[in-house]
Structures are given as structure tokens and as C-alpha cells.
């Protein structure tokens, strides 16, 4: 078991029993970057094609969608050496189930969304600029099956974010509003 301060978790007094600050920092940091991609993502379609405001809006989205890309690729990595304390004991054994399945599909989800987006445009044969500072060249052959497949896999995705966050906001208010246990406060980004 992970030892803090020479205890063993278990022992821990229950204001030590939340998430890093470092693992706190990032998912507030993605729970922003996610309501700013989506608005810009739903936005595009509004723009009128040809015009500079849909190339800005495009501009924005894609840049977010690769800043969200690094920063999971950092979150991964810290998730895997800062595995977080124990769910409470309270929990039944499918709530916990049904948590790490959320979780895990929100990760995944953080992950493909980004790497559809780019292989869209990379298999069109377009390199993707992040935020005009620099761009990342295409690094796939040109396959414009696999580029409409990736806009398919892209559009039908969101969808899937939207299913995931909503159960994910759901459950935390239930923590929060009806059971009152510690769920909520072990992500909350200041201790109190
Ligand atoms: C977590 C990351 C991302 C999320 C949650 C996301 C979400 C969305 C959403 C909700 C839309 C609107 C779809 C519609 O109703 O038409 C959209 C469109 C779009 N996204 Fe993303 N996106 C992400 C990353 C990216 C990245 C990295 C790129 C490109 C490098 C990209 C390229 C596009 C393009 C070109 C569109 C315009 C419509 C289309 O071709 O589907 N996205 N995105
Ligand atoms: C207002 C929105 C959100 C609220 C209130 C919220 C709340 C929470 C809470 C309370 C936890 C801790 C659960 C536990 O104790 O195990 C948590 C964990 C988590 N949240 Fe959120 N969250 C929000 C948005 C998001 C978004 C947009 C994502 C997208 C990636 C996300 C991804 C995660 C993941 C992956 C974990 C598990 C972390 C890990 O074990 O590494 N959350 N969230």
C-alpha cells in the first residue's frame, strides 16, 4: 500500500485522503480546456466556410485539441506513479466498477478526440498549426478514406464525451448533494 509520511493510506487522517495537487491542478485544467474546445467545436459549423472567422475558430479548436493532448499525455504519465487513495468503504462494488469504467472512458476519450482530429487533417495531407507558433507536419501517408473516417469517428465522438461528462457531473453531485461522503472533495482544487 502507498506510504505518505511513513502511514499506509488507510491510516491516513481523512484530510490527507484526496488526489495530489498535481493530479487536482490538471483535471481542472482539462475540465476548462474541454468547455472551451466544445464550444469552439460547435461553433465551426456556424462560421460560413471561406471566411476568417471560421479559419480562426478552426485555428483555436485544433490548437486547444493538441494543448489538451500534451497535458493527458503528462496526466497519464503522473496517474500511473500517483495512483489515487482508496474509494470510500461505503461504496458498493458496482458503484466502484461503474466509477473506474467512467474514468478510464474519459481518459480514452481525452486521448482519441485529439488523434481524430489531427489524422483527419493529417491523411488529408495538412499539417495542423498550434496556435500559429508552429506546425505539425502530416505524419501519415494521404488516405482520404481514413480522413473521413476519422471526421466520422470525430463527430460520433463527441457524442460519447458528452454521455461520459454528464454521468461523470452526475455522480459527483450525488456524492456531493445526497450521500455527503468524501467523493467530492478529494478533487476539489483547494483543500479545506
Ligand atoms: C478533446 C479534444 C477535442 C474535442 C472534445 C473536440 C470536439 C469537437 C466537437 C464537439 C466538434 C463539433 C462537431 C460538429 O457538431 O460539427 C468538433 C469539430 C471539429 N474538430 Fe474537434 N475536438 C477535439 C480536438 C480536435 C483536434 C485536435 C482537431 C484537429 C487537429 C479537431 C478538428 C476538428 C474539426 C476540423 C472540426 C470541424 C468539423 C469536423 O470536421 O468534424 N478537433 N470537434
Ligand atoms: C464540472 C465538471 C466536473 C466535476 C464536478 C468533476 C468531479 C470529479 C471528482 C469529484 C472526481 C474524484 C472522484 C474520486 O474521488 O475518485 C473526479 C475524478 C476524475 N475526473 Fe472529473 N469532474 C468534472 C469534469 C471532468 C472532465 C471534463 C473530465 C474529462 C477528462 C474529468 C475526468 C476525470 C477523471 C479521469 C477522474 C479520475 C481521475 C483519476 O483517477 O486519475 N472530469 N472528477
Same mark, same amino acid.
Given at each position: ?19 495530489? /495537487?498535481? %493530479? ?8 476548462? !480546456?474541454? #468547455?472551451?474546445?466544445? @464550444?469552439? *467545436? =460547435?461553433? +465551426? /459549423?456556424? %462560421? ?8 480562426? !475558430?478552426? #485555428?483555436?479548436?485544433? @490548437?486547444? *485539441? =493538441?494543448? +489538451? ?124
Amino acid at each position: 500500500m502507498k506510504e505518505v509520511l511513513g502511514m499506509s493510506s488507510a491510516q491516513m487522517p481523512s484530510e490527507l485522503a484526496c488526489y495530489d /495537487p498535481v %493530479a487536482r491542478g490538471i483535471h481542472w485544467q482539462i475540465a476548462a !480546456l474541454a #468547455l472551451i474546445i466544445v @464550444s469552439l *467545436g =460547435l461553433a +465551426i /459549423p456556424e %462560421a460560413p466556410r471561406n471566411t476568417a472567422s471560421r479559419d480562426l !475558430l478552426m #485555428l483555436l479548436h485544433r @490548437s486547444v *485539441g =493538441l494543448l +489538451i493532448l500534451l497535458v493527458m499525455l503528462f496526466r497519464a504519465v503522473w496517474r500511473m506513479s500517483h495512483p489515487p487513495p482508496p474509494l470510500p468503504p461505503t461504496m458498493r462494488r458496482i458503484e466502484v466498477a461503474l466509477a473506474h469504467a467512467t474514468h478510464w472512458g474519459l481518459y480514452l476519450m481525452f486521448f482519441a478526440m485529439p488523434l481524430a482530429g489531427y489524422v483527419n487533417a493529417a491523411a488529408a495531407g495538412h499539417s495542423v498549426s498550434f496556435f500559429g507558433l508552429f506546425s505539425i507536419p502530416p505524419l501519415l501517408p494521404e488516405n482520404q478514406k481514413l480522413s473521413q473516417l476519422a471526421v466520422a469517428a470525430h463527430q460520433v465522438g463527441q457524442f460519447v464525451v458528452y454521455g461520459l461528462v454528464a454521468a461523470h457531473v452526475a455522480a459527483g453531485l450525488m456524492h456531493r448533494l445526497i450521500r455527503r461522503d468524501e467523493v467530492w472533495g478529494r478533487m476539489l482544487p483547494v483543500r479545506r
